[in-house]
């Protein structure tokens, strides 16, 4: 008797948990700094299906983020970095990188017209070697330079493609952000600010971000496209094993509509059938 109401329960519990995921609200969680692009993405999927209910979360630690999937807490997860993709697809995971997404040296447009730096220049304002912008052709104006942590992907870009970043020592005038949407407000909010953020956040800026030619190239969609413009970070989106079909409705959008808008944030959509 037991052991059939233990049967009973575990078959109730599943048909639920089912039901909850076929039924509910897609749940997208992960990434802080893929959000505003996903955001842009389930905006307009939900123009076209207005009675999908989807909550893209506020971000969620790495560590965190395979375990909410495997619990059912979230349905999606959108990643940029630390995760194998290869080990992933191997246990069974639906692994889509689904666009790359330019890494810029935004600034604050307040009085600031400047609209190019070389590396060399870049690296001087992080070293502290260059404290107005009257010292590169900008107005007269201190320089307040803000910066991710090493371990985060945005630095992790620039110290891959711009030799003078690597072992760069910070100077002490450089504030440091944890999460990339802070990071952004802090340059909108602050006159003379510099950072690194991505293309997306700058055109979500209504003006008030500016991304810098660096070394003679622009974050433009062509530089994006044949490769000049390098600085480039993924963007993941993960299902579990035998996902509803919510999810794949909603990946099966992202590769076909959502490219037209991945592009209008200034990003580069990826089809899967690449990878």
């Not at 955001?39 to 790495?62: L, N």
């Not at 890494?103 to 070389?118: F, P, R």
């Not at 993960?238 to 808008?261: C, I």
Request: proline letters at 5%; a negative charge; aromatic letters at 6%.
């Amino acid at each position: 008797m037991a052991a059939r109401t233990l049967a009973s329960l575990f078959v109730f519990f599943l048909i639920m948990s089912c039901s909850s995921s076929d039924t509910g609200p897609l749940r997208i969680d992960g990434s802080n700094g893929v959000r505003p692009l996903m955001e842009a993405v389930v905006s307009s999927y939900q123009t076209d299906d207005p009675e999908q209910e989807i909550e893209v979360g506020e971000g969620m630690p790495s560590s965190e983020r395979l375990a909410a999937l495997d619990k059912g807490e979230i349905d999606l997860i959108m990643a940029s970095h630390g995760l194998d993709a290869d080990e992933l697809r191997v246990k069974g995971y639906d692994v889509y990188r689904f666009a790359q997404m330019p890494v810029v040296i935004a600034i604050n447009t307040e009085e600031n017209g400047l609209s190019a730096l070389t590396s060399q220049e870049l690296c001087g304002i992080y070293t502290g070697e260059y404290k107005n912008w009257s010292e590169l052709r900008g107005p007269n104006m201190p320089i307040q330079p803000f910066a991710r942590p090493r371990a985060e992907v945005d630095m992790e870009v620039l110290e891959a493609n711009l030799t003078c970043f690597n072992d760069l020592a910070m100077d002490e005038n450089v504030e440091m952000k944890e999460r990339s949407g802070e990071l952004a407000r802090a340059l909108m909010q602050t006159p003379g600010a510099i950072g690194m953020t991505t293309m997306t956040r700058v055109v979500e800026s209504d003006g008030k971000l500016r991304a810098l030619t660096l070394d003679g190239i622009r974050p433009s969609y062509g530089h994006m496209s044949d490769g000049s413009y390098q600085l480039m970070r993924d963007a993941f989106l993960v299902a579990r094993p035998n996902a509803s079909q919510k999810v794949k409705d909603f990946l099966a959008f992202v590769e076909g509509d959502g490219a037209e808008v991945i592009m209008k944030k200034r990003a580069l959509p990826i089809d899967r059938k690449e990878f």
